[in-house]
Nanobody, 116 residues
Framework: QVQLEESGGGLVQAGGSLRLSCAASGDRFGIDNMAWYRQAPGKQRELVASITTTRSTHYANSVKGRFAISIENSKNTVYLQMNTLKPEDTGVYYC??????????WGQGTQVTVSS
């Protein structure tokens, strides 16, 4: 099995920055892509950003220009740099890993709270 270890969440004022990290470990595997999702209170979970091993990226319109996703293939680690944070960015953030055989693994989630 693959385990995902997340870190970097916390409390920050509007306009501040955080960087989330997610490292994969466990059984041998090949990565197809990794991604970050978030779920705000009372809302459905949404895709924030994704990245392939060739560094092709996708961003939700709400975070485009403020967030940046990156990957270190040799470490099986994905990062999410979050700048100019807004209160509406508050939520539980989850990282995911999809293998080359299309199995998907989820992290436990980390809380991000942006205050006014």
């Amino acid at each position: 099995q693959v385990q995902l270890e997340e870190s970097g969440g916390g409390l920050v004022q509007a306009g501040g920055s955080l960087r989330l990290s997610c490292a994969a470990s466990g059984d041998r595997f090949g990565i197809d892509n990794m991604a970050w999702y978030r779920q705000a209170p009372g809302k459905q979970r949404e895709l924030v950003a994704s990245i392939t091993t060739t560094r092709s990226t996708h961003y939700a319109n709400s975070v485009k220009g403020r967030f940046a996703i990156s990957i270190e293939n040799s470490k099986n680690t994905v990062y999410l740099q979050m700048n100019t944070l807004k209160p509406e960015d508050t939520g539980v953030y989850y990282c995911t890993l999809r293998t080359q055989i299309l199995r998907t693994y989820w992290g436990q989630g980390t809380q991000v709270t942006v205050s006014s």
